[in-house]
């Protein structure tokens, strides 16, 4: 068995709401050295074995987990013990 973590972000050239309110909200409580902030989403599954799992995994990022028109996803994957 597998563990995949998900790692997805909106591209550079997409602007981030979410990101700027969460800034603005770090420097009213006194955060002034944060800057650049973006929002993203973190997903972890686990992928029974199977042949190529890296195919895999990237496929469901591609159909489902991120939409690649306007994020970035990279992913690592672990071996771990069938519990």
Known sequence: MY??????????SVLDPQGTAVEQSLHHLGY?????V???????LTVEETENVETRV????EKLLANTVIEDYRF???EVEKV
């Open 76 to 78: 690592e994957i672990e």
């Open 32 to 36: 002034k050295e944060a800057s650049e």
């Open 38 to 44: 973006r929002i993203g989403k973190f997903i972890e």
């Open 58 to 61: 990237k496929e469901m990022c």
């Open 3 to 12: 563990k995949a973590k998900v790692f997805v972000t909106l591209r550079e």
